[in-house]
Structures are given as structure tokens and as C-alpha cells.
């Protein structure tokens, strides 16, 4: 689990970055991560976001604000205390979330690193992000689909 803050709470001004090695994603067309939030800072100024990177250079944010790849993605359309005002996580939580975004849209075949950002402005700080349970994993590339109910008759 990573939590981003100090004793009390993250520093003003904070800008927190967790890394991930690069993952190979050549030959898996429907990947998804998934993972588990918990956050409490200044709603709509201080907040998280993903981002991904093909070359560990050049960071691009993954995803929108209520994107429908995601379940429970991003709760605000922009971060004001954000160096790029991205989109976000953003206030309270209220406890742990469950997340999970599929990959399939950005057709990844490669190596990719993706990164949690966390920044803050200078005025107000709370408790801070926390990331639990980090999983990049393959989706079956077909669905079950229920075409007959044999017994009972009705």
C-alpha cells in the first residue's frame, strides 16, 4: 500500500509520483487494471490521476472524468492545484473504493509504465491518497451470453 502524506498530512505544494515497472502488453489485446483508493484532500484543487508512458519520458493522463472504460474513475473534471489540471480523485472517499479501467481503447503493444500522480496546492491539507492492491490483468476476449432456458419450460 502506498499512502501519500506525512505524519499529519501531505505537505502544501505536494507533487507525489508511484512508478510502475514497464509491463508488457504484446499479445494482450483486453487488459484491465485494477486496484483499490482510499483519499481525503481538498476537494477539486488537491488529487490523484494515472498517468502512462511508452518511453518513461513522455507522460500522457489515462483516461477521462467518468470515462466508461473505468468503474469508479475519476470524481472530478479538473484538479486546480494540478500542474497540468488534470482530471481526477479528488475530496473524500469515504473508504475504500474498488477501481477498475479496461485498457482495450488504447490498443497498448508494448512495454507501458503507468504512474500515480498526487499533487496539492498550497493552502489546505487533509489526510492524503492511498493505493492498495495494484493488478494489470487479461479480460477473455469474448462474453457469455445467455441464449436458452431449457428446464424449466414455462
Known amino acids: 500500500?502506498?499512502?501519500?502524506?506525512?505524519?499529519?498530512?501531505?505537505?502544501?505544494?505536494?507533487?507525489t509520483y508511484l512508478t510502475t515497472p514497464f509491463i508488457n502488453f504484446a499479445g494482450?489485446?483486453?487488459s484491465k487494471?485494477?486496484?483499490?483508493?482510499?483519499?481525503?484532500?481538498?476537494s477539486g484543487y488537491d488529487g490523484a490521476y494515472i498517468q502512462y508512458s511508452l518511453d518513461n519520458v513522455n507522460w500522457n493522463v489515462l483516461g477521462t472524468?467518468?470515462?466508461?472504460?473505468?468503474t469508479n474513475w475519476y470524481n472530478v473534471p479538473s484538479l486546480f492545484?494540478?500542474?497540468?489540471?488534470?482530471t481526477g480523485w479528488s475530496g473524500?472517499?469515504?473508504?475504500?473504493?474498488?477501481?477498475?479501467?479496461?485498457?482495450?481503447?488504447y490498443n497498448f503493444n508494448g512495454p507501458v509504465k503507468f504512474r500515480f500522480a498526487f499533487e496539492?496546492?498550497?493552502?489546505?491539507?487533509?489526510?492524503?491518497f492511498s493505493i492498495d492492491n495494484f493488478n494489470v490483468y487479461q479480460t477473455p476476449s469474448t462474453?457469455?451470453?445467455?441464449?436458452e432456458i431449457a428446464s424449466p419450460q414455462l
Open 143 to 147: 462474453d457469455v451470453e445467455l441464449t
Open 1 to 15: 500500500m502506498l499512502r501519500c502524506q506525512s505524519q499529519y498530512s501531505y505537505a502544501a505544494d505536494a507533487e
Open 65 to 70: 472524468y467518468l470515462d466508461v472504460n473505468g
Open 28 to 30: 494482450k489485446p483486453n
Open 92 to 105: 473524500t472517499s469515504g473508504g475504500w473504493q474498488h477501481i477498475t479501467y479496461k485498457l482495450g481503447f
Open 33 to 42: 487494471l485494477d486496484f483499490w483508493i482510499n483519499y481525503n484532500c481538498e
Open 81 to 86: 492545484g494540478s500542474t497540468i489540471s488534470s
Open 120 to 128: 496539492a496546492d498550497n493552502i489546505i491539507e487533509y489526510d492524503g
